[in-house]
């Protein structure tokens, strides 16, 4: 039993104690503190200026290149920045520019007074959503590229890890600095931070990818190489890709209904703003590392197909859990329980979902094809937007109880479940051959 478990320490070591896992975390960290930034903590600043919830709700509208990304990641693929590229190459020098920029833009944010120019915060919120975006197609190529297939599930894994340090650098420990201080202040301090996914991308070596080798400079043939090629090739490689981008917009559609509610709900059920901070932060920054962590790990021991499965149910049925509080109303133990359980079986699913998405990927066209199958799993937020306060709203909607809310985002979440039996998945089951331990 001893040797067994000192074999599975030395296995995790290995898989995550390398740099290439150190890179993946830390360009992460710079995926993940944009937006939350902008469209979760900022909202904060623009209540205190006075801008209306309806605007305020609005205002997340800025957020819509994230779903269309689709539509320029061809450029991150076929398009060479002349000044970096024979320094960097084609990944780390997109990295490179989009980091620069998004940090010059988060630092110009917090010299904005939204009640003078209000506009003004609306354009940068935009460019930031645009940046971020390439940014993201830059990263999820290069993660996709720097691992082996079986390697996918941890490098997942450490993505989340990295992604969510960087929701906790933009929205606790920016209220806190602007608290103390003041948004400027805030602001600028995020902005430095950007510093570790800049040495990230500096430090990393560039994956190699095969070469796409044009004839002539001819715009006709660019886009037919690397616009019309990479959705041509996904789609003749998979002859089930209806069923793939479908699976994509509703493996994760539970969730996403559930998350836009939660904090009206915290609200309904009596937890005052410190007991909802305490908890859903602390432990739910806890819980998620943990289970990306372990569906990092339990990917690569069990492959792809019954991690989507096992982790598909387990998140799908802690959204029940929420019912459960509802029931039983203001409870600070039972909704520590519910955290736990939601963001660790959360992070599993997006850990088995992130894997089966890179295993999809031709290397030709990474930073294309991974940005179509993630649009259409960021389309699966922007559905549940209106509906989720319809369905509960007792003036404007259908006044459903929280109880049947829950239930109803439990529900919702079966068909993608059920898609997994027909997705004809190419397993990536892997165990590593470590010999005896002593």
């Not at 833009?105 to 904005?112: D, E, K, T």
């Not at 506009?119 to 975006?133: D, K, L, N, R």
């Not at 004809?424 to 331990?437: A, E, F, P, S």
């Amino acid at each position: 039993m001893l040797n067994k478990a000192k074999k599975t320490v030395l296995e995790l070591y290995n898989l995550y104690f390398n740099k290439n896992m150190f890179v993946i975390a830390a360009l992460g960290y710079g995926s993940g503190l944009p937006f939350s930034l902008v469209f979760i903590t900022y909202t904060f600043k623009l209540a205190e200026s006075g801008l209306n919830l309806r605007d305020i709700g609005l205002f997340g509208l800025a957020g819509l290149p994230f779903a269309i990304k689709f539509i320029w990641s061809p450029l991150v693929d076929g398009m060479k920045i002349k000044f970096l590229h024979n320094i960097l190459g084609q990944r780390r020098s997109w990295l490179l520019v989009s980091q620069l920029i998004i940090a010059c833009l988060i630092a110009r944010l917090g010299f904005v007074d939204p009640q003078a120019n209000i506009m003004g915060v609306v354009y940068i919120a935009i460019a930031m959503s645009f940046v971020s975006a390439t940014y993201d197609i830059a990263y999820d190529a290069i993660r996709v590229e720097l691992l082996s297939e079986d390697k996918q599930g941890p490098g997942a894994g450490m993505s989340i890890l990295g992604y969510r340090i960087g929701m906790l650098v933009s929205t606790g420990v920016a209220l806190i600095i602007a608290d103390q201080y003041s948004w400027k202040t805030a602001f600028i301090t995020v902005a430095l931070t950007f510093v570790l996914p800049i040495a990230a991308t500096l430090l990393s070596s560039e994956p190699h990818r095969p070469e796409i080798n044009l004839d002539k400079r001819s715009l006709m043939k660019w886009l037919a190489k690397y616009v019309v090629e990479p959705f041509a090739q996904f789609i003749k490689k998979h002859d089930n890709w209806v069923l793939i981008i479908l699976f994509a917009v509703l493996y994760k559609l539970g969730d996403a209904l559930l998350s836009k509610m939660l904090n009206p709900f915290y609200q309904q059920m009596g937890f005052s703003k410190t007991e909802v901070a305490e908890i859903t932060k602390f432990f739910g920054f806890l819980m998620t590392i943990v289970g990306g962590m372990i569906g990092g790990w339990a990917i690569y021991k069990i492959g792809v197909v019954k991690s989507l499965v096992w982790f598909g149910i387990l998140q799908t049925l802690s959204n029940l859990t929420y019912a459960w509080l509802a029931m039983v109303g203001h409870s600070l133990p039972v909704l520590t329980v519910v955290i736990i359980a939601e963001n660790m079986t959360a992070a599993m699913g997006t850990a088995a979902f992130v894997a089966y998405f890179s295993s999809l990927c031709d290397r030709k066209y990474t930073a294309t094809q991974y940005a179509l199958l993630t649009s259409f799993m960021s389309l699966g937020r922007w559905v549940t937007n209106a509906p989720s306060g319809y369905l509960v709203d007792p003036v404007h909607g259908l006044g459903l109880s929280w109880e049947w809310f829950f239930v109803i985002s439990t529900v919702i979440a079966i068909p993608g479940l059920v898609l997994i039996k027909f997705l004809k998945i190419k397993d990536t089951k892997t165990v590593l051959n470590l010999g005896d331990v002593d």
